[in-house]
């Protein structure tokens, strides 16, 4: 079964002020920041209780749409490839996805890289 996504497409980002600068305000008893798509459309707001958890809060929510097609290559992975996989080839196919995964987080913790 192929996952078909009916999000805005990404990819997302916390909405910045400048490079290193997310534009957190202040609201009510807490913070908010958008959450925009390549083109600037907001597409989600992240709360939280400190700046810096409101970012934290963004960075995890604009990383949605790489772990959605993320969780969408690993599902299209049937029972019959597994079984005719061989060794090289799944080494392979785990270093990529843990590649995947690694760059995953390292966006959500706000890592570029």
Known sequence: MTATA???PGPWS???ISTH???VVRMGSGFACLV???VGDAVARANGRTGRE???NARLIAVAPD???FAGSVSEIGEAQLEAMDLALARDTIRT???LARAAIARAE???G
Do not use: I, R, W, Y
């Open 6 to 8: 009916q999000h805005t």
């Open 14 to 16: 916390p909405l910045k």
């Open 21 to 23: 600068v997310l534009n």
């Open 54 to 56: 409101c970012e934290a």
């Open 67 to 69: 772990l959605f097609d």
């Open 36 to 38: 925009v798509d390549d």
């Open 110 to 112: 706000g890592q570029e």
């Open 97 to 99: 996805m843990a590649a």
